[in-house]
């Protein structure tokens, strides 16, 4: 297979999971590249403008806003679902674009408010959907809500061993909304260089490396990696100057990734029956703690499952037990813009703004959603343990 070959195969098989058409998809080496594709297409078209996000999330979700001229604002979050809360508060006539991020995949706000907000002020409906693969906010008759979805393949999201790539919709509609919008984006999209070859390399080796790295005791773990990374034979899922609003130019995806993809995109149903019933036994098993509460009782397949501490001490323990115990637990996000940028005011984040999103990244845990049963028991008896101590 070469290399536009394996493109479409990947792109046939997401549209099938999403119920799409494969011609609207697009495949970047990484999801953050091609959200900077369309930030820089907006910016290209409309002028210099506000997007409404939120800073409970990835920093790599807001690099694409910066390095594009326009500028984040955010809305605090709703704490049922960890996403955007009321982003009528920050609408002005500045407002060229919406973020709609599913974290950790959890779709049941109001999406379709937001959606019906967005189209009433003409403003562009970006999906963030890197923490649930093909899944899309719909409207009750199954379409797409959004303008463009952003999927991602990277690193610690639903595919756990893709490591790469990022996958863009760009929502056929948007013809009749902008039409030069939407040639220019997809267009852009079509038309993005191949990586250069080192990082081509880099992506390959990745997994390898990152394996032999794991292998080290915890206390070299960080100086090794680093030192790789300094010496230009590792990637890191965040870079150390994407802390500082930079991020690396667009490029497509490679043949190397696409085959990747290929071969474990197939297993994606069953990730996310295992993913769901996982969520439905944290719904039903976590409900009484003393020492926690639920953020969510969703029945939908998480990415992690989100559980908040009384406090930042006891999360901080919890997670401490629970790492200890050998379990990979995610405090997303935990600082906000993770991993925090280098200055807030670089990002244009002010921590008053956002008092929900603030506190709940100090009490927050993710538990895992990939664990087999005898796991799934394990974890759960070292969280009742966690009560009232
Ligand atoms: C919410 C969110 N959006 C976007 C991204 C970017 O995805 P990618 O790593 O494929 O660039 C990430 C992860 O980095 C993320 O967590």
């Known amino acids: 297979m070469d290399r536009n070959q394996s493109n479409y195969a990947v792109r046939k098989l997401i549209a099938k999971y999403s119920h799409t058409d494969p011609d609207d998809w697009f495949l970047t080496f990484r999801a953050r590249l091609g959200m900077a594709?369309?930030?820089?297409?907006?910016?290209?078209?409309?002028?210099?403008?506000?997007?409404?996000?939120?800073?409970?999330?990835?920093?790599?979700?807001?690099?694409?806003?910066?390095?594009?001229?326009?500028?984040?604002?955010?809305?605090?979050?709703?704490?049922?679902t960890l996403s955007i809360d009321n982003p009528e508060k920050l609408y002005n006539s500045k407002t060229v674009a919406i973020v709609l991020q599913h974290t950790l995949g959890i779709m049941s706000g109001e999406t379709q408010k937001i959606a019906n907000f967005a189209k009433k002020h003409h403003l562009i409906l970006i999906e963030d959907s890197a923490h649930c693969l093909t899944r899309m906010a719909t409207d009750n008759s199954g379409n797409v809500l959004a303008d463009i979805s952003i999927h991602s393949f990277g690193v610690e999201k639903v595919l756990q061993s893709?490591?790469?790539?990022?996958?863009?919709?760009?929502?056929?509609?948007?013809?009749?909304?902008?039409?030069?919008l939407y040639n220019e984006i997809t267009s852009r999209l079509q038309g993005l260089p191949q990586p250069p070859r080192g990082l081509d390399l880099r992506s390959r080796t990745y997994r390898f490396q990152n394996g032999l790295l794991h292998r080290l005791p915890n206390s070299m773990f960080h100086n090794i990696r680093n030192l790789a990374y300094r010496?230009?034979?590792?990637?890191?899922?965040?870079?150390?100057?994407?802390?500082?609003?930079?991020?690396?130019?667009?490029?497509?995806?490679?043949?190397?990734?696409?085959?990747?993809?290929?071969?474990?995109?197939?297993s994606l149903p069953s990730v996310y029956e295992k993913r769901l019933k996982n969520?439905?036994?944290y719904n039903k098993k976590l409900s009484t703690n003393s020492s926690f509460k639920q953020i969510t009782q969703t029945k939908e397949p998480l990415l992690a499952y989100p559980i908040l501490f009384k406090d930042a001490a006891s999360a901080t323990k919890a997670y401490d037990v629970l790492t200890s115990s050998g379990f990979f637990i995610r405090r997303w996000y935990?600082?906000?813009?993770?991993?925090?940028?280098?200055?807030?005011?670089?990002?244009?984040?002010?921590?008053?703004?956002?008092?929900?999103a603030e506190d709940m990244q100090a009490r927050?845990?993710?538990?895992p959603t990939d664990l087999s049963s005898e796991k799934m028991e394990r974890i759960l008896v070292i969280l009742q343990s966690t009560e009232n101590k």
């Open 334 to 356: 935990s600082p906000l813009l993770y991993p925090g940028p280098i200055s807030n005011r670089r990002y244009n984040y002010n921590q008053k703004m956002s008092p929900i």
């Open 162 to 180: 893709t490591k790469f790539g990022g996958a863009i919709y760009v929502n056929p509609t948007l013809k009749k909304k902008d039409a030069k």
């Open 279 to 281: 969520t439905l036994i």
């Open 364 to 367: 927050v845990l993710c538990l």
């Open 37 to 80: 594709i369309c930030f820089q297409t907006i910016y290209d078209i409309y002028g210099s403008g506000e997007v409404i996000t939120q800073p409970y999330t990835c920093i790599t979700a807001v690099n694409p806003i910066l390095v594009s001229n326009l500028k984040p604002v955010y809305t605090d979050i709703d704490p049922k």
């Open 231 to 266: 010496a230009h034979i590792f990637e890191l899922a965040v870079a150390p100057y994407e802390q500082d609003a930079e991020q690396s130019p667009p490029y497509a995806s490679t043949k190397f990734i696409n085959e990747t993809i290929l071969k474990y995109l197939p």
